[in-house]
């Protein structure tokens, strides 16, 4: 039996700006491939071991930022977020699963709705011949991400309250380096308003 803990604390004086800002800044803008966040600290634990034939991985974390933007419907809400995740494998089996929680990261203003993601998958895999894997992701969250919300048009507009995503696929050795793949992947989104979207 192996079993292995690690952690870790990060801190961003700014969160992920591209190197734009590389002096501690109060009024970043909220930009495209700029976040508004600032003094933002990481912890983060993870496991690892073996039981007999089962192999086990786990890991946790939290992230905390502050912001003083202020966007269309307010301003830019504090965040703390966190998420856990587990894995086990054996007999070619793997199965794995996670929790997100965003908490209020990039809402504004009176946006309090639940901001989550979770997921699951397995696989199964027969060593240098072939490998099967079903998969499926979950969520709710606003998509301020992709654009700030219009001013005027409810603070609630941009939130995605269901979606949905479902995949499946299988790859098979030939030799080394000589695979063939296949994916396929459903969705569907439901938003706040009276818009749907579906694909796959």
């Given at each position: 039996d192996i079993h292995k803990m690690q952690a870790a604390v990060t801190y961003?004086?700014?969160?992920y700006d591209y190197g734009s800002t590389v002096v501690l800044s109060k009024k970043v803008a909220a930009t495209v491939g700029n976040s508004p966040y600032r003094d933002v600290f990481k912890g983060a634990l993870a496991y690892s071991g073996a039981l007999k034939d089962v192999t086990l991985g786990a890991?946790?974390?939290?992230?905390t930022g502050k912001s003083d933007i202020v966007g269309a419907n307010g301003?830019?809400?504090?965040?703390?977020?966190?998420?856990?995740?587990a894995q086990a494998a054996a007999r070619g089996f793997t199965l794995g699963a996670n929790y997100v929680d965003l908490?209020?990261?990039?809402?504004?203003?009176?946006?309090?709705?639940?901001?989550?993601?979770?997921g699951a998958g397995l696989k199964y895999e027969e060593c240098n011949k072939f490998a099967i894997g079903v998969s499926y992701l979950g969520g709710e969250s606003y998509d301020n991400f992709l654009g700030l919300?219009?001013?005027?048009?409810?603070?609630?507009?941009?939130?995605?309250?269901?979606?949905n995503s479902y995949g499946i696929g299988g790859v098979y050795f030939w030799a080394p380096?000589?695979?063939?793949?296949?994916?396929g992947v459903v969705f569907d989104q439901k938003?706040?308003?009276?818009n749907k979207n579906d694909g796959y």
């Open positions: 961003e004086p700014n969160m890991s946790a974390h939290v992230l301003k830019v809400r504090d965040f703390t977020a966190w998420g856990v995740g908490g209020h990261y990039f809402s504004q203003g009176t946006q309090n709705k639940d901001q989550v993601q979770y919300p219009v001013a005027g048009v409810g603070a609630n507009r941009n939130y995605v309250k269901d979606f380096g000589l695979t063939t793949n296949v994916d938003a706040n308003v009276t």
